[in-house]
Every structure is written in structure tokens, then in C-alpha cells.
């Protein structure tokens, strides 16, 4: 059975309204918003094509056309697609930080209608955490912090007056940071893998409950089979290193 799809002219219809396609008032919209899905898909790197896409994808099309082109409250979100994200321009951040908010919140927005109750809820926990600052602003402060920390440490070093006990003292600071600093990446890097063994076992499965965000809850509802199979692919993937 062939999928169902639309088309350009399907999708102008949607945004517009039947109305009379022959017109040229019809056909300035079908062009604009062909020019507009051009430019995500050089963005994505994907080959200029003829558009398609499937049906059950007609509403978010018709959501995102109209928040992208036909509300003046993100002209700059589109801006900042066409000359920053399609045609590589740097970012700068005082200018153009509102404006990529906005652009995700669009997304967001689409993504969070695909969703159930359940879902939506943890999505937005998650898109709450990804716009924010607070990450950044804690990280500048603990970095400063740090620094302030090391050299009043190195400082109270120099007040010793033997060089070798001063250099001793260095050294197993430097290497306890490095030790703290090894526990941390390995304890981080374990939870990379698990997140990427985890997608890529429940995608292989079609008739899994597909959902846009997973906890460790999610892990533990699974049939112990696959859980033996994520567990599994972890191994692999970390025996791989001190293989080459």
C-alpha cells in the first residue's frame, strides 16, 4: 500500500486556503514557501528536490509556515535562518540570542503537539533546560571559582621555603586535580554511552512506544531481553577502545 502524501501546492492550500490556485496571488505564496523549504533544506544538507512529505506531517508543515512567514513577531527568527544557519554567517550572541530562542521554541512547539499528555510535560522540562542560561551563568561563576581556589592554593605553596617541598606539593595537586578530573569524564562519558546504546536498541523496534524524551524509568519498563541487549551493545562499545 503506497504512503500518502502532499505536495507544495497541497501544503500552500492549507496555509492559504483553497481559494483560486490559478492566481497569481496563489502562486507568489506556493513559490515563497517553496523558496523557504529550499533553504531548510540546503541548511540540512539535503539535495534541492521536488517537496513531498507525508500526510500525517500536513499539520506541523502548515504550523511552521505560518509561524516562520506569516507572523511579523519572528521576522528575526527567520532572519536569522536564512543568513545565519542557511548561509553560514557567525552568530553574534546579543543580537541574534532572542531571535534563536524563538526559532526553538517554533520547533518546540511542533514537536509538543506530536506528543501525549504524558510526554509533553518532560519535553518541556527539557526544552525549559536547553534555552536556559543558568547552565552557562553557574559554570562562568564555579570556573572563576576554581581559579580562585588554585591559586591561593599555589600561593600558600610559595610560602614554603624549601623549592623541593614547594614543587612536591604541586605535583600531587596536580595530580589528585587530574584523578578528580579522570572520575568525572569516565562518570559522564558512561552516561553518553548509555543514552546512545539505549536510542539505538528501542529504534530498532518498531512496535516500542516511540517518544521524543527517556528516563532511567523507561529503561526498567523495557522486557528484560532488550535490556539485556542495550546492556550488551554498552560492553561492545567499551571494549572497542583498547582494542585498536
Known amino acids: 500500500m503506497s504512503i500518502k502524501t502532499f505536495n507544495l501546492t497541497d501544503l500552500t492550500k492549507a496555509v492559504y486556503g483553497n481559494g483560486d490556485t490559478n492566481s497569481s496571488v496563489f502562486e507568489s505564496n506556493r513559490k515563497r514557501i517553496g523558496n523557504h523549504i529550499k533553504k531548510v533544506q540546503e541548511m540540512l544538507g539535503h539535495p534541492p528536490k521536488r517537496f513531498e512529505a507525508p500526510i500525517e506531517r500536513l499539520d506541523e508543515y502548515v504550523l511552521l509556515i505560518r509561524n516562520m512567514l506569516d507572523n511579523s513577531k519572528n521576522d528575526k527568527a527567520l532572519n536569522l535562518l536564512n543568513q545565519k544557519l542557511v548561509k553560514g554567517k557567525p552568530l553574534q550572541q546579543e543580537t541574534d540570542e532572542k531571535a534563536l530562542t524563538t526559532l526553538i521554541e517554533i520547533l518546540a512547539e511542533i514537536e509538543s503537539q506530536k506528543m501525549t499528555e504524558k510526554d509533553h510535560k518532560l519535553f518541556g522540562d527539557w526544552l525549559r533546560d536547553q534555552v536556559s542560561d543558568d547552565y552557562y551563568i553557574e559554570s562562568e561563576k564555579n570556573i572563576n571559582e576554581i581559579m580562585r581556589i588554585v591559586k591561593n592554593d599555589f600561593s600558600l605553596f610559595d610560602d614554603l621555603s624549601s623549592l623541593k617541598s614547594k614543587l612536591e606539593f604541586q605535583e600531587q595537586y596536580m595530580n589528585d586535580l587530574k584523578a578528580l578530573s579522570a572520575m568525572y569524564r569516565q ?58
Do not use: G, W
Open 187 to 244: 562518570q559522564v562519558q558512561q552516561q553518553l554511552l548509555f543514552q546512545e546504546c539505549f536510542l539505538e536498541v528501542v529504534n530498532s523496534y518498531p512496535h516500542l512506544n516511540k517518544k521524543k524524551m527517556y528516563t532511567t524509568a523507561d529503561f526498567l519498563e523495557l522486557p528484560p531481553s532488550i535490556q539485556q541487549e542495550i546492556q550488551e551493545i554498552i560492553e561492545q562499545k567499551q571494549q572497542k577502545p583498547s582494542e585498536r
